[in-house]
């Protein structure tokens, strides 16, 4: 059965309502906000009511970096929280919210698969809560205001070249990278060269999932800088006040929703920035609120652990005050075979050369959680053509790099298959915790903390600034603002900047083409290499699978 077939089945058989849900980690029916029978937003009463309760253990799930031979992140941060509550822990688990670029595209969902689902997967998948519908509508509502702050004089003495804001659209359109806008005459606008941003790229995603609150979220509207003026001064949306009308658009969105898995385990799923062009993580809300409600919080991060494993670390833990307590990489032995050289076609023959080959992709992602003081375990996702060997292999590997590796088969048995891993995680949790150890210092000088992130989390030699990202940086520098952490923008695919470079390769230089000051999420993006905020969609885009039937039955979504 595919992944929406196995949803779709339980889904019509045994799906709990959603207050039963609720009700087993102590949230009143009350606190809830219905969107249906399955899923319901968390009420700003019940935010505040959690606000002060003690903090469960916090576990993050990361990965090697991603191939075309999948890794199954989600899937095993489900499973393992199922198998959790079946060694009777109360686990609660909070994820991110996909995407319809990605689900249209090519990258699927974000809601595991198959036996270790979140439901109902068909709405967390496509529209869900309208959250990313609102964002989308709140960026561009921004967008239309500096436009017409712009047609109706300029008071601010607004620079048109100079105006950093984008609109934003979640799917993947290639056609509006670069546009240009206000055409056809004076009463059209003033025209203008602009670019749009997938949605999940946007500030606002951002502000959006690291805001504590509906007043920190306002706060932090306030001072998203949108451009500079003639003489270069940054203009803020509070100098163009609309702070109150755009977080007014969000008042529903900042609330996190809770859902279910296959097997019943309370879901949070709120905020979905990507990690290769943002952050990468789940709201601040729903991680410390499923901190609240369990005694474990299971959450994961974004694309590899060099991406948003660095991000959870070093941007949001600050911000969350709590720092994990274990971390678990997720690592498929066909996922390390292609890093080792076998082509894609060939991955369900035994290789275990080239797995051996492939190893120091999770070797480096082992020794890179370890560095912040926190034990660290390896998930083996398992597949049905992983042999014997080759997982025996993979273990030995990992037991001489330090780290235990726990084969699990939750996509084929769901929680029971999990049940090695969840023992294992409880183990670490309750070893002694060590200092927690940040890559860097915030209060260092910028080219020091991007240096620390490509020297000992990428293990690239050195950095290449453009002459753009130098004069980004001087007026960075000139504002105050270099003392915010450095989120880096590069390839999802590789340690480097080249995402033909796989495995764990060395001594090669980072190159930065661009640093833009984001206030409102309270760092800075360090774009590299290629990297792109607007997705361009395959040949094949997976939207050309999907259909609906005239009884309103989804297939062909995974």
């Known amino acids: 059965m595919s992944d929406i077939e196995i949803s779709q089945a339980n889904e019509r058989d045994e799906m709990q309502p959603i207050q039963t849900i609720g009700a087993m980690v102590g949230l009143s029916e009350s606190e809830l906000e219905p969107y249906g029978k399955a899923k319901a937003k968390i009420s700003f009463a019940a935010l505040k009511r959690l606000r002060d309760q003690p903090l469960g253990q916090l ?17 095993v941060t489900i499973g393992l929280g199922d198998a959790l509550r079946l060694r009777g822990q109360n686990a609660v688990i909070a994820l991110r919210e996909p995407s319809l670029g990605p689900v249209m595209g090519m990258k699927g969902g974000a809601t595991g698969g198959g036996y270790s689902q979140v439901v109902p997967m068909e709405d967390i998948n496509l529209h869900f809560t309208g959250d990313m519908h609102a964002l989308t509508t709140a960026v561009d509502t921004l967008a239309a205001l500096i436009d017409n702050h712009l047609q109706q004089g300029n008071a601010l003495n ?64 306030a001072r998203i800088v949108i451009g500079y003026t003639y003489d270069r001064q940054p203009v ?5 006040e609309v702070t109150g009308a755009i977080a007014m658009l969000l008042k529903d969105a900042i609330k996190p929703n809770l859902v279910q898995t296959l097997a019943h385990t309370p879901t949070l799923i709120h905020g979905g920035p990507f990690a290769n062009i943002a952050h990468g993580c789940n709201s601040v809300l729903a991680t410390r609120t499923a901190l609240a409600l369990g005694d474990i919080a299971l959450t994961e991060a974004g694309f590899g652990a060099d991406l948003g494993g660095e991000k959870f670390m070093d941007i949001k ?9 274990a971390v678990v990489i997720v690592a498929t032995i066909r996922a390390l075979k292609y890093n080792g050289g076998q082509s894609l076609k060939t991955l369900t023959t035994e290789d275990r050369t080239a797995l051996a080959q492939g190893f120091p992709n999770l070797q480096r992602h082992i020794h890179n959680m370890r560095q912040y003081g926190v034990p660290v375990l390896v998930a083996i996702n398992e597949f049905a ?13 990992c037991a001489d790099a330090g780290a235990q590796a726990i084969p699990a088969n939750v996509w084929g048995q769901g929680g029971q298959g999990g049940l090695a891993l969840a023992d294992a995680v409880l183990d670490a949790l309750a070893q002694p915790h060590a200092t927690f150890t940040p890559l860097y210092d915030p209060q260092s000088p910028v080219k020091e903390k991007i240096a620390a992130v490509v020297t000992k989390m990428y293990g690239g030699a050195k950095v290449e600034y453009d002459s753009k990202a130098e004069t980004a940086l001087r007026t960075i520098i000139k504002h105050g603002w270099d003392r915010l952490p450095v989120c880096m923008a590069k390839t999802q695919y590789s340690f480097s900047d080249d995402p033909k470079a796989l495995g764990a390769p060395t001594d090669f230089t980072i190159h930065v083409r661009d640093i833009t000051p984001k206030l409102g999420a309270g760092f800075l993006v360090v774009m590299t290499g290629s990297i792109l905020t607007m997705p361009g969609l395959p040949k094949r885009p997976a939207a050309m699978n999907m259909d609906v039937s005239d009884d309103g039955v989804i297939t062909g979504l995974f």
């Not at 576990?59 to 989600?74: F, M, Q, R």
């Not at 803020?236 to 163009?240: I, N, P, S």
């Not at 053509?385 to 590997?397: M, N």
């Open 236 to 240: 803020t949306v509070a100098d163009l």
């Open 158 to 221: 607004l620079d048109s070249r100079r105006i950093l804001w984008r609109r934003a659209l979640d799917i993947n359109d290639r056609a509006l990278r670069h546009v240009t806008i206000g055409l056809g005459g004076a009463t059209s606008g003033v025209p203008r060269e602009t670019e749009f941003d997938i949605t999940v790229a946007s500030e606002l995603m951002a502000v959006l999932c690291l805001a504590t609150d509906l007043g920190d979220l306002k706060t932090r509207i």
């Open 59 to 75: 576990v993050l799930v990361t990965s090697i970096n991603p191939t075309p031979a999948g890794e199954g992140k989600s899937t």
């Open 385 to 397: 053509t992983d042999t014997a060997a080759e997982i025996a292999d993979l273990v030995a590997l």
């Open 317 to 325: 833990t600050p911000v969350l005050g709590k720092t994990p307590d």
